[in-house]
Nanobody, 122 residues
Framework: VQLQASGGGLVQAGGFLRLSCAAS????????MGWFRQAPGKEREFVTA???????YYADSVKGRFTISRDNAKSTVYLQMNSLKPEDTAVYYC?????????????????WGQGTQVTVSS
């Protein structure tokens, strides 16, 4: 599985961005998908995830501001980020869950995209 993330950029606080992650392969609809982020000097952290059935999970820090969605026909998962804050600045990664660990654990994911930089200025 190959993942290609896009949509990052520089935005002012309060602004919005929409990230996309396109997956290769014909079994996208059978994947649970997640978004993680990593800020400089910090560990990679869970942001949000969506199951193959469309159930969603969010980190408390983004709940109410971020929305994950998927389009199985396009093999793409999206992350709509609204009301962005400077603390949202990070490299954002999409990933395919493969292992049985918690959907919020990075170790549960086997395939990762290359990351896209999101910078929120104050």
């Amino acid at each position: 599985v190959q993942l290609q993330a896009s949509g990052g950029g520089l935005v002012q606080a309060g602004g919005f961005l929409r990230l996309s992650c396109a997956a290769s392969g014909r079994t996208f609809s059978s994947y649970h998908m997640g978004w993680f982020r990593q800020a400089p000097g910090k560990e990679r952290e869970f942001v949000t995830a969506i199951t193959l059935n469309g159930n969603t999970y969010y980190a408390d820090s983004v709940k109410g501001r971020f929305t994950i969605s998927r389009d199985n026909a396009k093999s793409t998962v999206y992350l709509q980020m609204n009301s962005l804050k400077p603390e949202d600045t990070a490299v954002y990664y999409c990933a395919v869950k493969y292992y049985s660990d918690s959907i919020k654990a990075p170790n549960a994911y086997k395939y990762w995209g290359q990351g896209t930089q999101v910078t929120v200025s104050s």
